[in-house]
Each structure stands twice: as C-alpha cells, then as structure tokens.
C-alpha cells in the first residue's frame, strides 16, 4: 500500500506514448534491440551486422570487439564462481574443485536464449542540457532454459549436501535444458545525430535473462544451508508464504499466521482480522481517487466508471499467486537485530500482466479515456490471467519464542507485487 498510490496516480494518463518510429534510422528500435541482445549473447555474425550499423555512431570504428564479446560468458562465470565457493562454504575441495565447471555451464546456457522484439514506444524529443534527445523504449520476451525446473529432482535427493558428483551431474542436466521458459524485459535506446539507434548501456540488455538463468547459482548453494535449525513449527518458507497471502487481504491465511505468532506477540494477534478484510476496499478508495484527481475530467460518466476500473486493478492484483522457491538460514551475528537466526527466503508470484492486456485497447490515434474505455479496460482487467512472474525477497528472524516473524511486512518486498500489477494497469493509458 506504500508507493501505488502516489507513483501509480502520476504515471496515469500522461499521454499515450507514440509508437511509430519518425527519425528515418535504416532499422527500427525492435530491430536494433534484437541485434544487442544476439550480440551480447555471443553471436558473430549478428555483432558485425551490429557494428555495421553503428559505425556512423563510433567514428567509423566497430563497438564491439569480437574477442570481448566471445568472452562475455566467461566473465559472467567468473562473477558467480567465487559467490558460489562463499555461499556454499563446503570443506571438500573436490566440491569446490567442481564449481567453476558448473557455473560456466549456466552461463553457457544463456547463449541458448531465444528473443524478440515485442513492441516499442518512441518518445517525443526533448531538450535535455541543450541537446534534444529521441528516445525509444522496447519491450522484448526470450525463451531461456528453466535451470530451476530441470535441477528441482536432484536438488531435492541432495539432502542438504552438495557434493562434486552432485555438480557434474547437474552440469549435464543443464546442456539437456531446452529454452523453453518466458521471461520479458525493457530496453532504453537513443536517436543520435547519425540516424543511429544505440546506447552506451549494451550489457542491461542481458540482465532479465542472466538473472533468471544465473538465479540458478544461489538456488543450487541453498540446497546445503535448507534445514532449520531453530525447532519452529512452521518452515521460513511456509511463514512468507503466509505473510504475503495475509498483506493481499486473505482472512483464513491471517487467521492461520495469528496462530502461529501468538507467542511471540504475548498471546494477541498480530493482525486485525477486519483491517486484512479490509484492505480491498481501502485500496480502491485511494486508487480511485489518485486517478480521478489525475485525470481531472469534468465527464461526470468518466468520473463514475473510474472507481470500478481502480476495483478491478486491485481485485487483480489480489489475483496473484506466490510461493516461496528457496531460502537461506544463518544465525544472526548483528548487533542491531535481536534474534537467534535469519532466513532469507526468495519467492516468486504469477501476476497479471496487465499492459499486455490492455494494450491493444489503446491506440496513438484516440488518446481520450472514456466511461466507455474505462469499462472495456475493468473488463480486459477481470478476464486476464496471472502469467507474469516477479521474483523478490523477504526476510524473518527468529529468537528463543522459536517463531519466525518480521515486525515490518510491508516494509518488504510484498506489496511490489500488488503496485506492480496496479501501475501496469495505470502504465497502460500513459
């Protein structure tokens, strides 16, 4: 409940962004996008074809060394290598011995990556410290190997020990890998004096897919510090879980949570069982009246409808879906934090990709929001499904009480999952 409110309500009907490309470049953004990335990926052909293109840009001279670019893997490897040997912290040197094989096979498989263009919006030039500045934002989606879902079975049997068999074993499950998993991503690119689309910001172009793929580093080292060592009735795991479900106003899920944190709070509830069935309405109020105070329509039908389009964006983001995929616990060396232990625990959510859905009910040539469009878009809302997935973090402590709790959930990562779905909703109608 934190940012949407604010954020989300400036972002609202700014103006449709234009879509078409007015700068005459002899390939669009979607093209130019599509080029970094299959360079940046390791392809030859495709980082001279590159180069090519960027000439004007550089003087005459090629932005890519092929050398540096057929080394990009490696150097992704050699980053996770040593933060895999830490997090692991295995005695056997014959493990360790085993882990810059197996993180140079991940980040070979990253070159297995499939990806397209999937729409682009040019901004209108802008006068920025007296240079007048086109930018373009591109959408794409890629296809990578789901490393977390091939390597789930082996994980599972490792019983909490990693061991160099374990490793060799996992490196060939990962060649075996098809790229069969969809992750998206944006792409900022510039319009020079050249006609040249480019950027100086070449390798963020690889970030959605070397984080999915490379996540496979953290999630594997997990394996060896998954048991619980403070006797708690629940697991760091099935605790988040709970937490997440209670902040999107599930009342049985508040209730279940109540139960187990009573000890920890003096027997009293830690929430207010008619605050968590609440929170729908109270969200939609506030939606509702950011975007009516953005949009300051004098159409007394347009100012009807928004408050059914806000109850849609918020009943969608209420439609997410999240589990917890991993978790670390360590005890606790801090001074500042009171507690016996830590646990780390990673989760993702299947959310609605709202300005996938909405998109098309949105055109460059008719920029004016409507009763009329306002219901189409709540109707759009209501029949999208959750199949965007966002990934974040959330951490518990535990003391002697032998509960794991956070004073602060909405101060984690819980509540990005319901702004994002939120402001996807109001990102649309930009």
């Not at 480019?198 to 490379?214: F, K, N, W």
Request: net charge negative; glycine share 4%; proline share 4%.
């Amino acid at each position: 409940m934190r940012r949407f409110f604010a954020a989300g309500a400036l972002l609202l009907f700014a103006g449709i962004a234009h879509a078409a490309d007015p700068t005459g470049s002899s390939k669009t953004p979607q093209q130019v996008t599509e080029l970094y990335i299959s360079t940046m990926t390791g392809n030859a052909d495709d980082a001279k074809t590159l180069n090519d293109y960027l000439r004007p840009q550089y003087d005459g001279k090629d932005a890519f060394d092929p050398e540096t670019i057929a080394g990009i893997m490696d150097d992704i490897a050699k980053e996770n290598v040593e933060a895999m040997k830490n997090e692991l912290a295995s005695s056997d040197s014959a493990t360790n011995d085993a882990i810059p094989a197996f993180v140079k096979t991940a980040a070979d498989a990253i070159k297995r990556s499939k990806c397209h263009a999937t729409g682009a919006n040019v901004e209108p030039g802008e006068y920025i410290a007296d240079t007048f500045i086109v930018a373009a934002e591109v959408d794409y989606e890629c296809l990578v190997p789901d490393l977390k879902k091939a390597l789930a079975p082996q994980m599972s049997s490792a019983n909490g020990k990693i061991t160099a068999a374990d490793l060799a074993a996992m490196a060939t499950t990962i060649d075996a890998t098809p790229a069969d998993k969809t992750v998206s991503g944006k792409f900022t690119l510039y319009f020079s004096d050249e006609h040249v689309w480019h950027t100086g910001s070449s390798e963020d172009v690889l970030d959605p897919i070397r984080e999915d793929v490379m996540r496979i580093v953290d999630q594997v080292a997990n394996v060896a510090h998954s048991s619980d060592p403070t006797g708690s009735s629940k697991t760091p795991q099935q605790v988040a879980e709970l937490y997440i479900s209670t902040m999107m106003g599930n009342v049985d899920d508040a209730k279940t949570l109540n139960d187990y944190l009573r000890p920890q709070y003096d027997g009293k509830d830690r929430f207010d069982i008619k605050a968590v069935a609440g929170m729908t309405d109270s969200m939609t109020k506030h939606v509702a009246e950011a975007i009516k105070n953005e949009l300051g329509s004098s159409d007394s039908a347009t100012n009807d409808a928004i408050p059914a389009f806000a109850q849609a964006a918020v009943d969608a983001s209420k439609r997410s879906t999240c589990n917890a995929t991993g978790v670390t616990v360590e005890p606790n060396t801090s001074r500042e934090i009171e507690a016996d232990f830590l646990a780390d625990v990673h989760y993702e959510c299947h959310v609605l990709d709202l300005r996938k859905a909405l998109k098309p009910r949105i055109t460059p040539e008719d920029r004016k929001i409507t009763a009329a469009r306002l219901a189409a878009m709540a109707a759009a809302i209501n029949a999208a499904p959750a199949d965007k997935i966002l990934r974040a973090r959330f951490w518990l402590v535990s003391d002697t009480q032998h509960i794991w709790y956070t004073d602060s959930p909405e101060d984690e990562n819980v509540m990005d999952v319901m702004d994002e779905v939120i402001e996807d909703a109001m990102r649309t109608v930009r």
